[in-house]
């Protein structure tokens, strides 16, 4: 049973526009909620992260959008560049299982020049 | 500089031959994950430790073994590999406090 659900698998987007990407989590014993950028060839590398006691943070152009009563959570991506393209990964974890930590299936960004 | 390294970089084997992916940190991390990756199926874990000579099991743990007798090293072992285990594997490390994880440059395994 898949405790994140990401979407969408993929997206392509216009330089300068906005990227929404969705994931959506089942467990509520989640307390940390990162999103990681991955570049072909490299390993994943943290993007920006959210706790459950905030709704939203941002940086730069990343925001994270955090809905806990809805148990989902969005990245979005103001004035999305080319250099942006890659996958994106959803990520859940609890304080209570701290080793163990959960993925989305991953988002292709494609932005167009 | 603060890395994870895992070697080989890429494996091509034969099934049922024992093989081990070596991972180490220099960050002295308590916390170390073994990932795969598959097109479509995201990253899935397969086993975590805790500390030297605390591991458990992941979401994908079959046919795979770890250990962790020191805090920087933590290996795959694959005693008898099978082409189903073919993908992409991604060792990672954190520390007990803050929950980002770091991750190695990944190694791209296939068994034939």
């Known amino acids: 049973q898949q405790q994140v659900k990401q979407s969408p698998q993929s997206l392509i987007v216009q330089k300068g526009g906005i990227s929404i990407i969705n994931c959506a989590y089942e467990?509520?014993?989640?307390?940390?909620f990162p999103w990681y950028q991955q570049f072909p060839g490299k390993g994943p590398a943290l993007l920006i992260a959210i706790r459950p006691d905030v709704s939203e943070k941002k940086e730069g152009r990343f925001t994270i959008s955090f809905n806990k009563s809805a148990k989902q959570f969005s990245l979005h991506i103001m004035d999305s560049q080319p250099g942006d393209s890659a996958t994106y990964f959803c990520a859940a974890s609890s304080n209570t299982n701290a080793g163990k930590s959960t993925f989305g299936d991953g988002t292709t960004l494609t932005v167009k020049p | 500089e603060a890395q994870v390294t895992q070697n080989p970089r890429y494996l091509i084997t034969v099934t049922g031959k024992k093989l081990t992916v070596t991972c180490s940190q220099n960050m002295n991390h308590e916390y170390m994950s073994w990932y795969r990756q598959d097109p479509g199926l995201g990253l899935r874990q397969i086993y975590y430790s805790m500390n030297v000579e605390v591991t458990d099991k992941g979401d994908v743990p079959e046919g795979y073994k770890v250990s962790r007798k020191e805090k920087r090293n933590f290996p795959l072992i694959l005693e008898s590999p099978s082409p189903n285990q073919t993908s992409l594997y991604f060792c990672a490390s954190r520390t007990m406090g803050p929950y980002e994880q770091y991750f190695g440059p990944g190694t791209r395994l296939t068994v034939t």
């Open positions: 467990n509520t014993a989640f307390d940390y």
